[in-house]
């Protein structure tokens, strides 16, 4: 089955550490995207990709930070730096960034800051 | 500012009511996406149009580019319609982001 897997669905995490979201897909996407969710918010963009080895800040990128070394793999690192973490974190991929397609959402994984 | 702006924010229908959920931008889209969340958060891409009007099955999604207005329509719903519907724009550019819509939290009573 194709699709994007995120892991964990649910983290906790003390203040001041540094956490790692997984997002891996085996749809052979070139893009990929990481939003931030909020109550009573629309998503927001933080980081996404056209290529490997290559990635774009989004619109919060402060106190993340992310890595593309395979195609299929799109890791966010949630630093001690984001002063408000606690969020439900949504991973997409893309056939083609920049041309009409449909983004491909993972399940998402909840954080919570203790 | 490029926004999107969906109403109504909550919605309630009884099963086998027509609804309707309206989404407004505020500048020219290259395409514009329709997203359904159910309450475990996973996220489903239902349409994607750039003119017209699209169906699937029960759901019809429009778009007028002059108003820069879509609506998404739901015929017979059903309880597990419940969800949050999503309105998303792409602008276009180089990087294929979308700007999303806060959602209309739709409840569909038996």
């Known amino acids: 089955d194709g699709g994007i897997t995120q892991s964990p669905k649910y983290l906790f995490r003390k203040e001041g550490q540094n956490v790692t979201l997984s997002c891996e897909q085996n749809l052979n996407h070139d893009a990929m995207y990481w939003y931030r969710q909020d109550p009573g918010q629309g998503l927001r963009l933080i980081y996404y990709?056209?290529?490997?080895?290559?990635?774009q800040k989004g619109d919060i990128a402060e106190g993340y930070s992310v890595s593309r070394e395979k195609k299929e793999s799109f890791p966010l690192t949630v630093t001690s730096a984001q002063k408000n973490p606690t969020a439900f974190y949504l991973c997409?991929?893309?056939?083609?960034?920049?041309?009409?397609?449909?983004?491909?959402f993972g399940p998402g994984t909840r954080l919570t800051v203790l | 500012k490029n926004e999107v702006e969906q109403s109504p924010q909550n919605l309630t229908a009884q099963e086998g009511e027509f609804i309707t959920i309206n989404c407004s931008y505020s500048v020219g889209i290259s395409a514009l996406h329709w997203l359904q969340q159910h309450p475990g958060g996973g996220i489903v891409s239902l349409f994607m149009?750039?003119?017209g009007k699209k169906k699937h099955g029960r759901l019809i999604a429009t778009i007028n580019i002059q108003e820069k207005h879509s609506s998404l329509h739901i015929t017979a719903s059903h309880p597990r319609d419940s969800a949050v519907y999503i309105c998303?724009?792409?602008?276009?550019?180089?990087?294929?982001?979308?700007?999303f819509g806060k959602g209309t939290k739709l409840s569909v009573k038996p």
């Open positions: 997409a991929s893309s056939s083609l960034a920049g041309v009409l397609d449909t983004q491909y």
């Open positions: 998303a724009v792409n602008y276009g550019g180089s990087q294929g982001n979308l700007i």
């Open positions: 990709s056209q290529i490997v080895n290559d990635f």
């Open positions: 149009l750039s003119s």
